[in-house]
């Protein structure tokens, strides 16, 4: 049966869909014609669609090795697994401030240290607060993005303040022609003192750093020690303190206050030789 012909219902010989008695038997088809025109129009549609079909999945076939396509088919194939954000130049930039924070905060103290004490006489009181404020700005910039290890900001303030006074005592050893070591107990323990002060105000930096991204995350209201307080006299029902809320308030009071405490024992141990224990 091609196209253009029917099959006649009585004896399945091909016929023209038009014809009114089929040749093959001679019996009448107007019964059966309508019938007979609707399947030649339905295998007719049939055809073309099956014709568009096998158009389509050529030209799928034709995308889907096109390499770029393929890179895009591949990366669709993935889309419901989430890929890891690595800011490279950023954690790159984290990593520089925090080597590069003791280094400088060294060099400032030393300079200012001959600058300030032996080129312009300032009082020692003024060096003793630029030392505090040094190296609080300086564990400050390179907390920036480093916050969370505490650890390496306390050996690394501990490493500042040795490296600073050793640096100092030189400078003053070179130019006034003095003993570089200190000479006796007294004065060994106010190094000691001073290279503390120095030590505790860079992690008094990392903490401020740190206190200000914590609140930067929470969105945590300014008044942190006000809202503690507030969560140790809340009760629950039963008139009891709220265990879980307590631990909370605790920690945030300590984490708001540590940085006050730490800052002010640096600048208590620079500043009490200077100004009188």
Not at 50 to 55: D, G, H, I, L, S
Not at 112 to 120: E, I, K, P, Q
Not at 199 to 215: C, D, E, P, Y
Request: proline share 5%.
């Amino acid at each position: 049966m091609s196209t253009t012909t029917v099959p006649c219902p009585y004896c399945l010989g091909d016929i023209a869909p038009q014809a009114q008695a089929c040749k093959h038997c001679t019996r009448d088809l107007g019964l059966f014609k309508p019938i007979l025109q609707q399947v030649h129009a339905l295998e007719q549609r049939l055809g073309k669609v099956q014709e568009e079909m096998a158009r389509l999945a050529a030209a799928l076939e034709h995308i889907q090795h096109t390499p770029l396509n393929r890179t895009l088919a591949e990366v669709a194939s993935e889309i419901d697994t989430p890929l890891p954000v690595v800011d490279v130049p950023q954690a790159a930039s984290s990593e520089l401030r925090l080597w590069l924070a003791p280094f400088i905060t060294v060099v400032a103290l030393s300079l200012g240290h001959w600058v300030l004490l032996f080129v312009y006489d300032t009082p020692l009181v003024f060096f003793r607060v630029l030392t505090f404020f040094i190296p609080v700005l300086m564990g400050f910039w390179a907390a920036r993005g480093a916050s969370g290890r505490t650890w390496i900001f306390g050996l690394m303030g501990v490493v500042i303040g040795a490296a600073s006074v050793s640096s100092m005592l030189w400078v003053s050893h070179y130019i006034d022609s003095v003993a570089w070591a200190p000479q006796n107990l007294r004065e060994w323990r106010e190094t000691l003192e001073y290279a503390l002060s120095i030590s505790l105000a860079f992690l008094t930096g990392h903490l401020v750093s740190a206190s200000f991204i914590r609140w930067q995350a929470s969105q945590a209201n300014a008044a942190g020690i006000k809202s503690g307080v507030l969560l140790l006299l809340q009760k629950d029902e039963s008139g009891k303190l709220k265990l879980e809320q307590l631990s909370s308030g605790l920690l945030q009071v300590a984490t708001t206050l540590a940085p006050l405490f730490s800052g002010a024992i640096a600048l208590y141990s620079g500043l009490k030789n200077v100004v009188g224990s």
